[in-house]
């Protein structure tokens, strides 16, 4: 049985005053939430706050992204063990923003997660298609190279303790989301990869949906056999909202 798992993306969003605030709130009703895992992602620097408001809860924190090198010449980059030392648990890896944006490529996708899994954080690996994709009928294969990278660089293990976020980019932010059979078929698709190279990892490993995954969607969409939680964006940065998502997971 997987352990649901209901992670926020907080994205580039927040003040230090809307980060104790959003904290606050969540840490208030948090403790009906028994049976899922929660996590936030907040912007690098509201990290040590965060770490300072949630040690001891049972909510826990991590990174948007993370740089492949551990450290050196490289403006802007954050290390895996600068996250650590804020006592991150978790890292999203390969959003789509990050890989629009910032052109990051599959292989440097799957690089930053065997990165921060050799650190001891849990990467959260985001795969997804975007709308063109979807229509041209090729989401199953933009999802199974976005996944193969990372297979192919470190092997099917390593997803025995990470977790994957199925985020069709056409939900991303736009208030559409997957149908939950839309999300149902493509986290199978997934899980079924993964289990041509080990059932067990398959079996074990969590596959959240995101994309607009709100508190009156979310049942439904975790409620299906292959979703385990969900990857939020926008709905994390609303107490009540996000924590309605707990709910519906646990
Ligand atoms: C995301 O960016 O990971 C996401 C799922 O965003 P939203 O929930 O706002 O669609």
Redesign the pocket.
């Known amino acids: 049985m997987r352990r649901p798992l209901v992670a926020g993306?907080w994205?580039m969003n927040g003040s230090l005053e809307s980060v104790r605030n959003l904290l606050d709130g969540i840490k208030r009703g948090i403790d009906e939430v028994k049976n899922a895992d929660v996590a936030v992602c907040p912007p690098f620097v509201f990290i040590p706050e965060t770490e300072k408001l949630l040690a001891g809860s049972v909510i826990g924190w991590g990174g948007q992204d993370l740089s492949i090198e551990s450290s050196g010449a490289y403006t802007g980059e954050v290390a895996a063990s600068m996250l650590n030392d804020f006592g991150c648990q978790y890292v999203i890896v390969g959003?789509s923003e990050r890989r629009t944006y910032h052109a990051e490529s599959d292989e440097l996708v799957a690089k930053k997660y065997a990165a921060a899994q050799a650190a001891g954080l849990v990467p959260i690996l985001c795969v997804g298609e975007t709308l063109e994709e979807r229509e041209a009928g090729v989401t199953e294969q933009v999802v199974a190279r976005q996944l193969d990278a990372l297979i192919n660089l470190a092997g099917v293990e390593s997803l025995t303790d990470g977790v994957i976020a199925y985020?069709p980019v056409w939900?991303?932010?736009t208030g559409k989301t997957a149908t939950p059979e839309q999300a149902q078929d493509v986290h199978a698709f997934i899980r079924g990869r993964v289990a041509a190279k080990s059932a067990e990892v398959a079996d074990g490993v969590r596959i959240l949906y995101?994309?607009?995954?709100k508190p009156d969607n979310a049942k439904e969409l975790i409620g299906k056999p292959d979703i385990d939680g969900g990857?939020?964006?926008?709905?994390s940065l609303k107490a009540e909202d996000f924590l309605g998502i707990c709910t519906a997971a646990n």
Request: charged content about 10%.
């Open positions: 993306n994205k959003h985020e939900a991303i932010g995101g994309g607009s995954m990857l939020i964006g926008g709905a």
